[in-house]
């Protein structure tokens, strides 16, 4: 049999080399972007988790109302009620704290003193306000939510607010408020609304009888119906 040319075996060759060369050049391009794919999936699952926690759907998340004098603070400060950022429950100089009732203030420093042990710190995001604050929040929850009877969810006039009268503390921080929800009975010390995890107040029939039932919230309290 005859051999075939070498001329006519030169393409074969060229072929079958440039398939093999062919092949590390590609795989590279697919690894990286199948690794792009990979981060990208990565980065908006991430975006999506700094979402929802910024958006408050945490049960521990801190007030809504917390943006409002950062954002408006007009004429009102320290001397209203208004809460700098690091404030505890032992913070005599704040008049957001050194205002509040004599035994809530009391009690929370009882709890905090026993929470410290377990590395817990009580922070005020919110305590005694004037009720130039309080009729600001108000208004602004009014804007905030549209509505005068869903901003009454949130947000009392000053006339009805235990926060005008010393009675409320908002408590910060997601530890704080569950170490509250287990031990603040034992001080008095007693969630009140729903869709307010960080609203306490002094209860003191609490120590031995355990907290009342939860309003859903502040519309469903009879103290607000004035």
């Known amino acids: 049999m005859a051999r075939t040319p070498p001329s006519a ?12 060369v ?5 795989l590279p391009v697919v690894l990286v972007a199948a690794l792009l794919a990979v981060l990208a999936v990565i980065a908006a699952a991430l975006g999506h988790q700094v979402a929802k926690s910024s ?7 801190a007030s809504p109302l917390n943006s409002f004098h950062l954002e408006h603070p007009g004429a009102l400060g320290e001397a209203d009620g208004v809460v700098p950022d690091g404030v505890t429950v032992f913070d005599d100089a704040i008049p957001a704290v050194a205002n509040l009732d004599p035994g809530l203030l009391d009690a929370l420093r009882q709890a905090a003193t026993a929470a410290a042990d377990n590395g817990v710190e009580f922070l005020v995001n919110s305590g005694w ?8 929040l108000l208004r602004e929850a009014v804007a905030k939510y549209g509505s005068e009877d869903e901003a009454a969810r949130w947000v009392t ?12 503390v908002d408590i910060g921080r997601s ?3 569950a170490w509250l929800s287990e031990h603040g009975a034992e001080y008095g010390l007693c969630r009140i609304y729903r869709n307010e995890p960080w609203h306490y107040e002094l209860r003191t029939h609490a120590i031995d009888h355990g907290c009342p039932r939860l309003y859903a919230d502040p519309t469903q309290d009879p103290r607000m119906q004035q």
Request: glycine fraction near 6%.
């Open 9 to 20: 075996r030169t393409p074969t060759r060229r072929i079958r080399r440039l398939r093999v």
């Open 22 to 26: 062919g092949l590390p050049v590609a």
């Open 55 to 61: 958006s408050g759907s945490s049960p521990s998340a």
């Open 129 to 136: 306000r004037s009720p130039e604050y309080q009729n600001q």
């Open 157 to 168: 006039t000053a006339e009805t607010s235990p926060h005008v009268s010393g009675d409320a």
């Open 175 to 177: 530890d704080a408020t």
